[in-house]
């Protein structure tokens, strides 16, 4: 009688969680339908910007002719390139926004940055964001191209054009995640070993860092540029529910993330998706990147992430 009762109250349970499925499928359904004509807005990444030629492709390097007719396509095309913090208060708001809105990213903080691109973007009056690896100090080594100058930064700020925010303080590079190392993580979502320790870092000793280093990224630029910043990307884009938590308590409210796709209104700002633009391909591939998809199954597919973001982010809280 037991078990009877038992394997009952399981059919109901299984039941009751398919029953939620098709509710939740249905509910997305329905909302892919009425949202399909949202006003989607990309967002673009570079990275460093050379003012020679490039002969190879190369992920994190864009030439400054490529980037110089990129944005003179953008101009000449009737593209309103806008400030992050537009989009930003669109997707939680609604702000209305001219029609092909457009941002513009930078992610490390390479000198190219200020040397060849902010000329540009000055040519043509576009604000662009730049995320900056705070540690000023920190080395990649002895072919690493240069980064921006604190001097350079605040040229730019004062500006009104460029925006710098967070890319993290020193978790930028990559860490080994045992004693072989043999295997290499990013460092916001994987807990380091630590050879003084003979172990890899514990789940306390983990988070502990997160929250130190993030927090030393907000409050060096800070103090640096005497601005306020609230927003960070992630390096290569990888977080979890931990350094969500811990960059949220360090003071930190928009995440920039390296999902492919374009934002709209009630998108989580949790995870602004972005474009990356690095690879020199030609003006063609660049108009069909930044040309919003309209179909169907994309927006079936960009708001059953909406709602799954947002269910993440009740647990993180």
């Given at each position: 009688?037991?078990?009877?009762?038992?394997?009952?109250?399981?059919?109901?349970?299984?039941?009751?969680?398919?029953?939620?499925?098709?509710?939740?499928?249905?509910?997305?359904?329905?909302?892919?339908?009425?949202?399909?004509?949202?006003?989607?807005?990309?967002?673009?990444?570079?990275?460093?910007?050379?003012?020679?030629?490039?002969?190879?492709?190369?992920?994190?390097?864009?030439?400054?002719?490529?980037?110089?007719?990129?944005?003179?396509?953008?101009?000449?095309?009737?593209?309103?390139?806008?400030?992050?913090?537009?989009?930003?208060?669109?997707?939680?708001?609604?702000?209305?926004?001219?029609?092909?809105?457009?941002?513009?990213?930078?992610?490390?903080?390479?000198?190219?940055?200020?040397?060849?691109?902010?000329?540009?973007?000055?040519?043509?009056?576009?604000?662009?964001?730049?995320?900056?690896?705070?540690?000023?100090?920190?080395?990649?080594?002895?072919?690493?191209?240069?980064?921006?100058?604190?001097?350079?930064?605040?040229?730019?700020?004062?500006?009104?054009?460029?925006?710098?925010?967070?890319?993290?303080?020193?978790?930028?590079?990559?860490?080994?995640?045992?004693?072989?190392?043999?295997?290499?993580?990013?460092a916001t979502v994987a807990g380091a070993y630590r050879p003084e320790l003979g172990r890899r870092e514990t789940k306390e000793e983990f988070a502990d860092k997160l929250?130190?280093?993030?927090?030393?990224?907000?409050?060096?630029?800070?103090?640096?540029?005497?601005?306020?910043?609230?927003?960070?990307?992630?390096?290569?884009?990888?977080?979890?529910?931990?350094?969500?938590?811990?960059?949220?308590?360090?003071?930190?409210?928009?995440?920039?993330?390296?999902?492919?796709?374009?934002?709209?209104?009630?998108?989580?700002?949790?995870?602004?998706?972005?474009?990356?633009?690095?690879?020199?391909?030609?003006?063609?591939?660049?108009?069909?990147?930044?040309?919003?998809?309209?179909?169907?199954?994309?927006?079936?597919?960009?708001?059953?992430?909406?709602?799954?973001?947002?269910?993440?982010?009740?647990?993180?809280?």
């Amino acid at each position: 009688m037991k078990k009877e009762a038992i394997a009952a109250k399981l059919r109901w349970l299984i039941a009751g969680i398919v029953l939620i499925c098709v509710v939740f499928a249905a509910w997305m359904a329905v909302l892919a339908g009425l949202t399909n004509r949202a006003q989607r807005i990309p967002v673009l990444i570079y990275h460093n910007i050379s003012a020679e030629n490039i002969t190879d492709r190369s992920r994190n390097l864009t030439s400054g002719a490529s980037f110089a007719a990129e944005m003179e396509f953008l101009h000449n095309n009737g593209y309103q390139v806008i400030p992050l913090k537009k989009l930003i208060s669109h997707m939680q708001y609604g702000e209305k926004l001219p029609e092909k809105a457009l941002v513009i990213t930078f992610d490390d903080g390479y000198e190219g940055d200020y040397k060849v691109a902010y000329p540009i973007l000055k040519k043509y009056n576009m604000p662009a964001t730049i995320f900056l690896i705070a540690n000023r100090d920190q080395y990649f080594g002895p072919d690493a191209p240069p980064m921006l100058t604190w001097e350079e930064m605040r040229e730019m700020e004062g500006s009104g054009l460029i925006d710098i925010q967070a890319h993290t303080y020193s978790l930028h590079c990559p860490v080994y995640t045992g004693k072989e190392r043999t295997s290499l993580k990013p460092a916001t979502v994987a807990g380091a070993y630590r050879p003084e320790l003979g172990r890899r870092e514990t789940k306390e000793e983990f988070a502990d860092k997160l929250y130190e280093d993030f927090l030393l990224a907000r409050t060096t630029i800070e103090a640096n540029l005497q601005k306020q910043v609230d927003t960070m990307a992630w390096p290569f884009g990888a977080y979890n529910c931990t350094s969500l938590r811990m960059a949220r308590k360090a003071g930190f409210k928009y995440f920039a993330t390296t999902r492919r796709g374009m934002n709209e209104y009630a998108d989580s700002v949790q995870v602004i998706r972005r474009i990356s633009e690095d690879d020199n391909i030609s003006l063609d591939q660049f108009a069909k990147f930044i040309e919003p998809d309209y179909s169907y199954f994309r927006q079936l597919r960009q708001v059953t992430f909406r709602y799954l973001n947002r269910l993440t982010e009740l647990f993180v809280l």
